[in-house]
């Protein structure tokens, strides 16, 4: 009787070339508890097993792979696994080769939102930078929503009674259903093409997560981030947290909060400006304060400035005058000196060659003036 006889590595590479025939290479989905998790590698691969009540199956996600899985498995976490069966000849183990996870009961449009969330992430729609601030004060205010729904009661509600001069614009939308996204964006385009408007505000109530759908959607979710004002989003429940919310400049839990942060009470806001008042007084209190000392100091400083100018100037005028004293030639006349000039014509008389005898003459004295003739003169020789 004749008979084959094969190797341990022939006999593994046979297994593994029928598994892969029989499954084809491609992609399977298998659902099973994770047991025996071991994610602790430096390399970032996973090593797990998937088991069910009646048997188990060894189970491997590469690095490259686990990266794109949304969070980390645990031991008695029922999931499903987009895998390829392989086998490792080495060991001759059989095993799955796992490219996909998700948690069980989760299926495919809640994976298809957490790649839509990825891809918006990665193009900075929910970047925090570019969030807006919401206006001081509104006037006109847009309301995405349906018009008959507890979502508008509730937002007009509470802006009429936080501030009644607040005008609401209701542009009217379908909420849910499949053609909730639509009107949804052209909802928003009729508030876009306001020039005086102030902000935006997207609600509805609370719901299934197949009644928000609509405001998971992607062209919902560009238009609300294309939106020229500020955008409030206020969909479902406090827990519930949609696309919608993360690209909007400020997400509020309910409809009233909504409404809240969109206008300011009345009262609050009076109550600010009593207290800018009150500041304002103060500073401007203070800055009359400074400047009079500054003043009181510049005016010290130009007295002592003037006050030495003067002394100063003082000191000189004596100087001067005491000079134009000794130069006065008056002030000769007080030592007993005399000026002497001729009465006729009022020449002063400096040699006594020109004087004639008997020729009238006028004494300047110190004090008063006195007439003679001329007797006699005595010339003195000529140098």
Same mark, same amino acid.
């Given at each position: 009787? !004749?008979?084959?006889? +094969?190797?341990?590595?022939?006999?593994?590479? !046979?297994?593994?070339?029928?598994?892969?025939?029989?499954? #084809?290479?491609?992609?399977?989905?298998?659902?099973?508890?994770?047991?025996?998790?071991?994610?602790?590698?430096?390399?970032?691969?996973?090593?797990?097993?998937?088991?069910?009540?009646?048997?188990?199956?060894?189970?491997?996600?590469?690095?490259?792979?686990?990266?794109?899985?949304?969070?980390?498995?645990?031991?008695?976490?029922?999931?499903?696994?987009?895998?390829?069966?392989?086998?490792?000849?080495? !060991?001759?183990?059989?095993?799955?080769?796992?490219?996909?996870?998700?948690?069980?009961?989760? #299926?495919?449009? %809640?994976?298809?939102?957490?790649?839509?969330?990825?891809?918006?992430?990665?193009?900075?729609?929910?970047?925090?930078?570019?969030?807006?601030?919401?206006?001081?004060?509104?006037?006109?205010?847009?309301? &995405?929503?349906?018009?008959?729904?507890? =979502? &508008?009661? /509730? @937002?007009?509600? @509470?802006?009429?009674?936080?501030?009644?001069?607040?005008?609401?614009?209701?542009?009217? %939308?379908?909420?849910?259903?499949?053609?909730?996204?639509?009107?949804?964006?052209?909802?928003?385009?009729?508030?876009?093409?306001?020039?005086?408007?102030?902000?935006?505000?997207?609600?509805?109530?609370?719901?299934?997560?197949?009644?928000?759908?609509?405001?998971?959607?992607?062209?919902?979710?560009?238009?609300? %981030? !294309?939106?020229?004002?500020?955008?409030?989003?206020?969909?479902?429940?406090?827990?519930? @947290?949609?696309? %919608?919310?993360? @690209?909007?400049?400020?997400? =509020?839990?309910?409809?009233?909060?909504?409404?809240?942060?969109?206008?300011?009470?009345?009262?609050?806001?009076?109550?600010?400006?009593?207290?800018?008042?009150?500041?304002?007084?103060?500073?401007?209190?203070?800055?009359? /304060?400074?400047?009079?000392?500054?003043?009181?100091?510049?005016?010290?400083?130009?007295?002592?400035?003037?006050?030495?100018?003067?002394?100063?100037?003082?000191?000189?005028?004596?100087? +001067?005058?005491?000079?134009?004293?000794?130069?006065?030639?008056?002030?000769?006349?007080?030592?007993?000196?005399?000026?002497?000039?001729?009465?006729?014509? #009022?020449?002063?008389?400096?040699?006594?060659?020109?004087?004639?005898?008997?020729?009238?003459? &006028?004494?300047?004295?110190?004090?008063?003036?006195?007439?003679?003739?001329?007797? #006699?003169?005595?010339?003195?020789?000529?140098?």
């Amino acid at each position: 009787m !004749s008979r084959r006889i +094969y190797s341990v590595s022939e006999l593994n590479s !046979s297994i593994k070339d029928a598994i892969e025939f029989e499954f #084809g290479g491609e992609t399977i989905w298998v659902s099973g508890e994770v047991s025996g998790f071991k994610g602790h590698y430096a390399s970032g691969h996973w090593y797990f097993s998937l088991k069910d009540d009646k048997s188990q199956i060894s189970a491997a996600c590469f690095r490259r792979d686990n990266q794109q899985i949304k969070f980390t498995p645990e031991n008695g976490m029922d999931v499903i696994c987009g895998a390829r069966v392989g086998v490792y000849e080495k !060991s001759g183990i059989y095993q799955l080769y796992v490219s996909a996870m998700e948690p069980k009961g989760v #299926g495919a449009d %809640a994976l298809a939102l957490e790649k839509l969330k990825q891809k918006l992430l990665e193009e900075g729609l929910f970047d925090v930078s570019k969030k807006r601030p919401l206006p001081f004060l509104s006037r006109k205010i847009g309301v &995405v929503t349906s018009p008959s729904g507890a =979502a &508008v009661r /509730d @937002v007009i509600k @509470v802006v009429y009674r936080r501030s009644p001069n607040v005008e609401v614009i209701i542009s009217p %939308a379908s909420v849910q259903g499949d053609s909730a996204p639509n009107e949804i964006e052209r909802a928003l385009e009729r508030l876009y093409d306001m020039e005086d408007l102030d902000l935006v505000i997207v609600t509805r109530g609370g719901g299934s997560k197949e009644d928000l759908k609509a405001f998971n959607d992607e062209g919902v979710a560009r238009k609300i %981030a !294309s939106s020229p004002f500020p955008v409030i989003s206020a969909v479902g429940h406090e827990v519930d @947290v949609t696309i %919608a919310d993360l @690209v909007s400049d400020v997400r =509020a839990a309910t409809p009233s909060m909504a409404a809240e942060l969109a206008v300011r009470e009345k009262k609050e806001i009076l109550e600010d400006l009593a207290q800018f008042r009150r500041r304002l007084d103060f500073s401007l209190t203070s800055r009359i /304060d400074m400047f009079s000392m500054q003043l009181d100091g510049l005016a010290t400083s130009f007295r002592h400035h003037m006050t030495s100018r003067i002394e100063n100037l003082e000191r000189r005028i004596e100087n +001067y005058s005491g000079k134009l004293t000794s130069l006065n030639p008056f002030g000769v006349l007080q030592r007993g000196y005399a000026i002497v000039s001729k009465e006729k014509s #009022g020449e002063i008389v400096q040699d006594s060659r020109t004087l004639e005898h008997k020729e009238k003459l &006028v004494l300047r004295l110190g004090k008063g003036r006195a007439f003679c003739s001329v007797d #006699g003169t005595e010339n003195e020789p000529q140098a």
